[in-house]
Nanobody, 123 residues
Framework: QVQLRESGGGSVQARGSLRLSCAVSGWRLSDACVAWVRQRPGQEREGIAY???????DVADTVMGRFTISKDDAENIVYLQMNSLRPEDTAMYYC?????????????????WGQGTQVTVSS
């Protein structure tokens, strides 16, 4: 059974940093694409970064230059390093995984999802 578990969220002041972790069990990262998705209050889900089995990454324009995605295949963990946080980054952050799809747009295709971790950025 594939499970994704996010951690690392919390409250931080603007311009601060957080690192989110997505621990994957039941599946090897080397076989999957994993994305970070966020949902801001009152808004739809937004794909913000993904990393594929070949360590190819993509980051949404809204966080480019501030957020970095990486992974540790040995530990089966995907990270999202978030720097220069802004109040508009306040959201629930989820990781999602799929064997075939890898992208930021068609989020409904991702097969597995975690429960999410809350990030709150105050001004």
């Amino acid at each position: 059974q594939v499970q994704l578990r996010e951690s690392g969220g919390g409250s931080v002041q603007a311009r601060g940093s957080l690192r989110l972790s997505c621990a994957v069990s039941g599946w090897r990262l080397s076989d999957a694409c994993v994305a970070w998705v966020r949902q801001r209050p009152g808004q739809e889900r937004e794909g913000i970064a993904y990393i594929n089995r070949d360590i190819r990454t993509d980051v949404a324009d809204t966080v480019m230059g501030r957020f970095t995605i990486s992974k540790d295949d040995a530990e089966n963990i995907v990270y999202l390093q978030m720097n220069s946080l802004r109040p508009e980054d306040t959201a629930m952050y989820y990781c999602a995984a799929d064997r075939g799809y890898c992208g930021l747009n068609y989020l409904h295709i991702y097969t597995y999802w975690g429960q999410g971790t809350q990030v709150t950025v105050s001004s």
